[in-house]
């Protein structure tokens, strides 16, 4: 069966812009995690989604945010973009999220704000 | 708080060796422990996970780790290194509280270097 989608792969945004990234989950998963990935602070959880509901919120600014839609697809947006915010941002999906089952992860996005 | 510390940040091993990667946790019980592999430009892959029962864990390629309670470690082994190897291994924990629900929390990462 097919895999986590993000898309897109690779993205170049201007500082102050803002951006949604996109996550597929495997079929039938229902839970969505975002991770973001930079070579300074390594990988940090973003959030999670569960049947369309925010299940647990890592240390982010409000400017990142994300949803999920009834047929578990997720996006994250992130408003007034920082250079900081240049990082590589994965998505996992997982069965369930009332415990720690494999936690499947996309290719992610790549995303370089100038 | 928990935590996770991988105090390798680089490894260099020829291909054939031996290779163990370190993982130190933080945590107020034993918590889930897992290692993924990420090869450059590609997301995480699973390689085993512990839950409970026996310490010593078999994963896919031919990894395998031991968990450790008294030391908080759980370190993954490999006995014979192939060049494909060569990656960036993370240690994660995750909580055994319902309501955090996913979350993993990562160690800092050790990229594996394989020599011919």
């Known amino acids: 069966k097919a895999g986590v989608t993000q898309t897109p792969r690779y993205l170049i945004k201007t500082r102050g812009q803002q951006v949604t990234l996109s996550c597929s989950p495997i079929?039938?998963?229902?839970?969505v995690s975002w991770y973001q990935q930079t070579p300074g602070q390594g990988l940090q959880f973003l959030f999670e989604?569960?049947?369309?509901?925010?299940?647990n919120k890592g240390n982010f600014p409000g400017r990142f945010s994300g949803r999920q839609f009834s047929n578990s697809r997720s996006e994250m947006n992130v408003s007034t973009l920082e250079l900081g915010d240049s990082a590589l941002y994965l998505c996992?999906?997982?069965?369930?999220?009332?415990?720690?089952?494999?936690?499947?992860f996309g290719q992610g996005t790549r995303l370089t704000v100038v | 708080a928990q935590s996770v510390t991988q105090p390798d940040i680089h490894i260099t091993v020829s291909e054939g060796a031996s290779l163990e990667l370190r993982c130190n946790y933080s945590y107020g019980a034993t918590p889930y422990l897992f290692w993924y592999v990420q090869s450059p430009g590609q997301g995480l892959q699973l390689l085993l996970k512990y839950f409970s029962g026996d310490t010593l864990v078999q994963g896919i390629k031919g990894f395998e780790a031991e968990f450790k309670r008294s030391q908080s470690s759980f370190n993954l082994r490999k006995p014979s290194v192939h060049w494909s190897d060569a990656a960036e291994y993370f240690c994660a924990v995750g909580s055994l509280i319902k309501a955090a629900g996913n979350k993993l929390t990562f160690g800092g990462g050790t990229r594996v270097l394989v020599k011919p």
């Open positions: 996992a999906s997982s069965l369930v999220a009332e415990m720690n089952t494999e936690a499947f």
């Open positions: 989604y569960f049947s369309e509901t925010q299940r």
């Open positions: 079929s039938g998963h229902r839970s």
